[in-house]
C-alpha cells in the first residue's frame, strides 16, 4: 500500500496505525472459504431477528474497547475500512458481497461485528447489551449459532479489553473527506460516532427505543 497524503498529524498517526494493523492482522485461524461462504450467504431468518441500532452498536463497540471480546484482536471500525477502500481501490479491494479473491482479507480478520454472545437462534436476548459484544468478524462468523462451551473459548471481561483502541474511528471523517465524501455512505454510522461518550445506560435507552 502506498503512504496516504496525510493533511494532519493525527490523520497521519491514524493511517500509521492502520497499516501496522493491516500488516500485522493475525492469519485467519479457520477455514476461509467457509468463513466467506458464511458471511455471503446471510441466513434465511435475518429478516425476522431483531436489529441493533448503529447507535446502539457504537456504543457496545466503544464499551468494548472496540476489541473482539472472544480473541482480544483490536478490531477496525467497517466506515474506516470501506472509506480506505474508496481511496485505495486496488490496494485495499471492497466487495459488496464479500467475494472471495475480490475483498482484502484484512476485512475478514480486523473488521468490528456485533456478537450475540448467546445465540438469538439459542434463546439468547437479541437487543440487551449484556448479550452483545464486539467480535472481529472472523471469530463473529466461526462461532456462528454455537454456545461459548460449545466452541471452547471465554469471555474476555470488560476490564480486560479495556484499552484506549478506538477501532481508529477518530480517522473517519478525514478519511471521508479523503474518499471523496461519498454524501450516502456510512452516513448512520457517521452520525453515531458523532454521538458522544454514550453511558451503558444510554445505550440501553436507545436500544429500547428500538424494541
Ligand atoms: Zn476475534
Redesign the pocket.
Known sequence: MRPAQPRANALGASIAALVEAITHAPALGVDRAALLSAVAQPRADVARRPTVSTRASVAIFRRDCWT?R????KTIAAPVLRFLSEIYPKEFPYHANWKSGEIHESWLVLSTSLDHVVPGARGGDWTNPDNLVA??W??NASKADLLLEEVGWELLTEDEVRSDWDGLTGAVEDLWKLAGSPEGLFKTWRLALAYAGAPLSAVRREVARHE
Do not use: K
Not at 472472544?70 to 484482536?73: A, E, K, L, S, T
Open positions: 473482539c472472544y480473541c482480544g484482536v467480535a472481529c472472523a471469530c
